[in-house]
Nanobody, 114 residues
């Protein structure tokens, strides 16, 4: 039921910024805790951060202070503003509902490199 499409990834130099978008269908983001995840080559998918149905924000320590989650309720989309990117942030980034998980979307590739 829940469908997710991530976009906005690309190549950026260390210290740069990117904004990712997660388009959600099949459920209202205001009815779900929504999360961002990432998976680097050869590694498990890991949690990045979440925004609760009520708007509460929580980030993994690895990105806290650098990444900001927000949402556009009218558009039913969630964003991930990534600042001061590091090579270790290189991964495919995914979004999903923590309450009504859908199949993983295609993800969007973020590559941080000189």
């Amino acid at each position: 039921q829940v469908q997710l499409v991530e976009s906005g990834g690309g190549l950026v130099q260390p210290g740069g910024s990117l904004r990712l978008s997660c388009k959600v269908s099949g459920t209202r983001i205001t009815s779900n805790d929504m999360g961002w995840y990432r998976q680097a080559p050869g590694k498990q998918r890991e949690f990045v951060g979440r925004i609760s149905a009520s708007g509460y924000l929580y980030y993994d320590i690895s990105v806290k202070g650098r990444f900001i989650i927000s949402r556009d309720i009218a558009a039913n989309t969630m964003s991930l503003q990534m600042n001061r990117l590091e090579p270790e942030d290189t991964a495919v980034y995914y979004c999903n509902s923590l309450d009504r998980p859908g199949h993983w979307g295609p993800g969007t590739q973020v590559t941080v490199s000189s």
